[in-house]
């Protein structure tokens, strides 16, 4: 264990951070709580910091592609059908069907650079 460690988050990268600041903003209805034009901003969800950064030109390629990640940012809702029409009323629908899982039913959403949301009610 990091002994020191004094807090854990994610971070998505990404290369128009204005598009996908603008995304998180609608989705979540609220503005970052830090916002560094063209460097970071980061929101705090439900005790989630969820930063978006954009890489130094000499990194780009290691972030060049999320399509396909194994990383999900799983989001439990109260009303899958409300949370289907929020994301389909700021233009991204999910492209699939919901699913019942095992937990509850579920539909995989994408952000503008392609990470993936699970959206899951109980």
């Known amino acids: 264990m990091l002994s020191n460690c004094t807090a854990v988050f994610m971070t998505l990268a990404t290369s128009d951070l204005d598009k996908l600041v603008s995304f998180y903003t609608s989705l979540w ?13 980061e929101f705090e969800i439900s005790g989630l910091r969820l930063g978006i950064f954009q890489p130094h030109k000499s990194n780009n390629a290691e972030f060049a592609s999320s399509r396909n990640s194994s990383m999900s940012l799983c989001v439990e809702v109260e009303d899958l059908e409300s949370a289907i029409a929020h994301l389909t009323n700021i233009g991204y629908p999910p492209p699939g069907e919901i699913d019942t899982a095992s937990h509850g039913k579920e539909i995989y959403a994408y952000d503008p650079d392609g990470n993936r949301l699970i959206l899951h009610q109980s």
């Open 29 to 41: 209805q609220k503005k970052p709580q830090i916002y560094r034009q063209n460097v970071y901003a």
